[in-house]
């Protein structure tokens, strides 16, 4: 099992994600599109793949793309929010959850 990594490593691996993806996560929080659990749940996912290392790789060679490498956790996620497609839990708005959710011993299925 993969052990979770640094939270800010991760919490910066997945801003600079969004960011080579054209993801704007403020303006998708701020709009109600993203909510701070769905938010917090994509790091914790980042802190728990096994393609980390290959995420920092990535971002170094690639500083824009349309879309998530296939191998990153948060893919579908961050195209989800790119194209629109968001459905409502509660209040506030969260990216359908489509990508597989680790299971982690601090975060059980």
């Known amino acids: ?19 080579a993806t054209h993801t704007d996560l403020v303006a998708a929080f701020d709009e109600g599109r993203l909510s701070s659990q769905a938010w ?22 690639h500083d824009t793309m349309d879309t998530a490498p296939r191998s ?3 893919r579908a996620r961050f195209a989800a929010l790119n194209e629109g497609d ?12 489509e990508v597989p959710i680790l299971n ?4 059980p299925r």
């Open 1 to 19: 099992m993969q052990s979770n990594g640094p939270t800010m490593h991760h919490w910066r691996l997945v801003n600079r994600m969004a960011k």
């Open 86 to 97: 968001v459905e409502r839990l509660g209040d506030r708005v969260d990216v359908p959850i």
């Open 72 to 74: 990153c956790v948060n």
């Open 40 to 61: 917090a749940d994509m790091v914790q996912d980042c802190r728990g793949c096994t393609w980390a290392d290959g995420c920092v790789d990535w971002l170094a060679e």
């Open 104 to 107: 982690t011993p601090d975060r």
